[in-house]
């Protein structure tokens, strides 16, 4: 089992920047792909970014690419999320999510066995 626990999250005016951190603990030898998604409040969890296990590859939802930059730590068991030009359309709670299996990772993966419980991002205008 793998437990994740995500921290970074504010409140932040628009054009800011906000870095999130994902902590994985327990049997992080089986995390593999690891990736942030999103849910605003009314609307339906939404895939933000993915990245495999060396880090070498990574993917963006349309709406994030190019302000946010996922990135990963593999001897913290550590993943991060960049987000800067912060809009009020970013505002929702922001999960961590790992894959405890090494299946293809692509844009929009959605497959991921682990789940943090979510940090809060609050973008004002």
């Known amino acids: 089992q793998v437990h994740l626990v995500e921290s970074g999250g504010g409140l932040v005016q628009a054009g800011g920047s906000l870095r999130l951190s994902c902590t994985a603990s327990?049997?992080?030898?089986?995390?593999?792909?690891m990736g942030w998604f999103r849910q605003a409040p009314g609307k339906e969890r939404e895939f933000v970014a993915a990245t495999t296990y060396s880090g070498a590859y990574t993917y963006y939802a349309d709406s994030v690419t190019g302000r946010f930059t996922i990135s990963r730590d593999n001897v913290k068991n550590a993943v991060h999320l960049q987000m800067n030009m912060l809009k009020p359309e970013d505002t929702a709670l922001y999960y961590c999510?790992?894959?405890?299996?090494?299946?293809?990772?692509?844009?929009?993966?959605?497959?991921?066995?682990?789940w943090g419980q979510g940090t809060q991002v609050t973008v004002s205008s």
């Open positions: 327990g049997d992080t030898a089986r995390t593999y792909a």
């Open positions: 999510a790992a894959d405890g299996a090494p299946r293809p990772t692509y844009k929009g993966y959605e497959g991921f066995d682990y």
